[in-house]
């Protein structure tokens, strides 16, 4: 079975239509200062034109129930994506707003508490997946950096299709089978490995990084 593929940092109709055509799981909207920062009234637009089948995860950083309950509502995203300090109750208040519908993905910076803090997410009947990223002292994601798989792999990755973890940090079309063969996870996600500029996709690296990913052997 081939990984959940996550194509983020979208901000056209074209690109997410490049992501959905190549044959992407998900296509990821970035509700936070970001170069790939986009509007509830853009991603609105965007969504609309997009198949029914296609999941739209919309990423937030330290955003409020309010604020996502609105976006949601608003975009019609399939899921959302919560980074840094979000409250351990805020999944179960997105649960019980939108139910089962709705995918909720948290994120972990890969560091010494990131096995710890997989362990509690994966326990959480609220959380469907774990975004496994990297971090720099600027941003929270999409930092084009990879961090030690090898490691990682040792202490967080063990029986990562069952746990739902997801791949991300510095991934590309030269690297992303790599990831999985080493990491073996359930999902991968990329944004300025695909990118032509930021907020703007490249059609040919896109199609590489996911005919690479669904290829790739996590046996």
């Known amino acids: 079975m081939s990984p959940w593929i996550k194509i983020c940092g979208n901000t056209s109709l074209d690109d997410a239509r490049i992501a959905a055509d190549a044959g992407a799981d998900a296509v990821g909207f970035v509700f936070a200062p970001s170069p790939r920062k986009v509007s509830a009234a853009q991603v609105?637009?965007?969504v609309s034109g997009l198949p029914a089948?296609?999941?739209?995860?919309?990423v937030f950083v330290d955003a409020s129930f309010e604020d996502l309950r609105a976006t949601v509502r608003e975009t019609?995203?399939?899921?959302v994506q919560l980074h840094c300090a979000t409250s351990q109750e805020m999944p179960?208040?997105?649960?019980?707003?939108?139910?089962?519908a709705l995918r909720i993905l948290r994120v972990v910076h890969f560091g010494p508490d990131a096995a710890t803090l997989?362990?509690?997410l994966a326990a959480d009947p609220n959380?469907?997946?774990t975004l496994v990223d990297s971090r720099t002292e600027t941003a929270v994601g999409g930092t084009g950096t990879v961090f030690d798989w090898q490691a990682a792999r040792e202490i967080l990755f063990r029986n990562a299709v069952q746990r739902r973890l997801v791949v991300a940090g510095g991934l590309n079309p030269s690297n992303v089978a790599g990831a999985i063969q080493i990491l073996?996870?359930?999902g991968v996600d990329v944004?300025?490995?695909v990118e032509a500029a930021p907020g703007r996709k490249d059609p040919a690296k896109v199609s590489e990084f996911i005919a690479n990913a669904r290829s790739a052997d996590r046996k």
């Open 184 to 186: 073996r996870p359930w």
């Open 44 to 46: 609105k637009a965007i």
């Open 76 to 79: 019609e995203l399939t899921g």
């Open 53 to 58: 089948s296609l999941e739209k995860i919309g």
């Open 191 to 193: 944004v300025s490995g």
């Open 118 to 120: 997989a362990q509690s």
């Open 92 to 100: 179960a208040r997105l649960r019980a707003e939108f139910g089962p």
């Open 127 to 129: 959380v469907d997946a």
